[in-house]
């Protein structure tokens, strides 16, 4: 069985987990409140809870409902069944540290589609109003913190008693265990990956599927949708379109091929990526801002191209290792390391480092595009509040911390190699700077 080992101190490793587990889920209400009931002032939320404490919290915190319980188990079924009914084409992941590969069926853009076309039709031909949503999305969100709690349970119970690959261990501590997780690849039977289905197609679909609601709620109060709701929405869709273009990718990815299935990727897949992710919207909602055409567009291009140049870096990685390091990169023969190291069941394997392209300016440049695209759909709120930019800055903080993660990772595996790659690309993120 394989083990998980600790990237940062135990002391910091353990505050963070423990500030997690018990911030994020108030730190979703407070969120939900602030945009929707607090005309997204940060100040109102906090001159409220100073004169009310923790009986303030409870008193907005809405319980989980019916109606609520039934739109997440509609969407969720839903999900689940275009996972597994829907064709596509037979896909191997990355080899695991113990030598499994997973294989998958890649069918998340015919999802993504199908989804998008149903939700629409059902608000066009009048069956189902997807403003419902917004109406009850503190319940939607309090029901989702402590249904998904309790498929976390599950996940680590299924880690200890039934777990689906060799891709599985304890760290013999128990907040560990279902904080960061005990099985890389849970399935149910042999089919149903419980990752694709939290990561992708519950957690990235709600994203696109809040960003439509958020769209028509906006409609049904002003009878219009204002040039920041439109630019806001259009670039969160491009976005979520690219991921699932791209889907098969991220199952090469740490989310996927590194973080095991626990609180830290599911619960924050299920919970804080339909919350937090799409909170821009949300607060747009209720505080429209008129851009005019002109700024409107150029927030537009800038986060478009943002989108792509981040699409482009994960496209170079992954056409790099496909063809084994026989393609062009930016019109020339990549600059590459070949780096061996040994499987945890004693295999030496051999994988490819590109040092040219993208991943010759800095070891995780993707990072930028991906942090300047999320600010180019938080600034149509322009500054009237700070809570429009939480997601960026919770954005750098998660992959600033990530992108230590996977040095230390890959330094860790490649050994010599890495420290080769770092001599020829010495920046972590940005060139020139960090
Ligand atoms: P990736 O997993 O795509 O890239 C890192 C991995 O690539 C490393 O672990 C290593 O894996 C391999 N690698 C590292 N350097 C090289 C190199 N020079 N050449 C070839 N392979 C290399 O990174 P992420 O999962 O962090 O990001 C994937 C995408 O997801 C990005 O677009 C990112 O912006 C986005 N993202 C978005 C987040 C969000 O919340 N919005 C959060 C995280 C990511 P190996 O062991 O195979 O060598």
Request: charged content about 15%.
């Amino acid at each position: 069985m394989a083990e998980t080992k600790l990237v940062h101190s135990p002391l910091l490793t353990y505050a963070s987990m423990l500030t997690l587990l018990s911030f994020t889920p108030p730190f979703v209400i407070l969120m939900w409140y602030t945009n929707v009931h607090a005309d997204g002032s940060i100040l109102k939320t906090f001159n409220y809870l100073r004169e009310n404490g923790l009986q303030g919290l409870i008193n907005i915190w809405p319980k989980p409902t019916a109606i609520a319980g039934k739109l997440i188990i509609c969407y969720a079924l839903f999900e689940a069944a275009l996972q597994l009914l829907l064709p596509g084409k037979r896909v191997e992941g990355p080899i695991s540290p113990t030598g499994h590969r997973p294989v998958y069926k890649a069918n998340g853009m015919q999802a993504y589609a199908v989804t998008l076309i149903t939700y629409i039709s059902l608000w066009w031909f009048g069956i189902f109003n997807p403003a419902i949503v917004y109406d009850h999305l503190g319940e939607i969100f309090s029901t989702l913190i402590f249904g998904s709690l309790i498929f976390c349970f599950f996940l680590y119970i299924k880690g200890h008693v039934a777990p689906s690959s060799t891709d599985s261990g304890s760290s013999g501590n128990i907040i560990v265990d279902f904080y960061w997780g005990m099985e890389l690849y849970p399935r149910i039977g042999k089919h149903f990956d419980i990752k694709v289905f939290t990561n992708c197609r519950f957690g990235m679909m709600s994203w696109a599927v809040l960003a439509v609601t958020y769209c028509i709620k906006q409609h049904e109060e002003y009878g219009r949708v204002s040039d920041s709701m439109l630019v806001n929405t259009i670039l969160m869709l491009v976005y979520v379109t690219k991921f699932f273009w791209w889907e098969a990718g991220y199952w090469n990815t740490m989310d996927i091929a590194h973080d095991r299935a626990g609180f830290y990727i599911c619960w924050g897949c299920l919970v804080w990526v339909p919350s937090i992710y799409t909170s821009p919207g949300m607060y747009l909602v209720k505080q429209p801002v008129h851009l005019g055409l002109q700024l409107a567009l150029y927030i537009l291009v800038a986060g478009l191209l943002c989108i792509y140049i981040n699409y482009d870096c994960d496209r170079q990685r992954q056409e790099f290792r496909r063809t084994n390091g026989k393609c062009t990169v930016w019109g020339k023969t990549p600059s590459k390391i070949v780096a061996t190291y040994t499987t945890t069941s004693g295999e030496k394997k051999t994988s490819l480092l590109l040092t040219s392209g993208w991943w010759g300016l800095a070891r995780h440049f993707h990072y930028v595009p991906e942090i300047l695209a999320a600010f180019f759909w938080s600034v149509p709120a322009l500054f009237n509040h700070f809570i429009p930019y939480f997601y960026v800055v919770f954005l750098m903080i998660l992959l600033f911390d990530r992108a230590k993660r996977d040095d230390d990772r890959c330094k860790a595996k490649y050994g010599k190699y890495w420290k080769l790659y770092c001599e020829k690309v010495p920046y972590r993120i940005i060139p020139g700077i960090y």
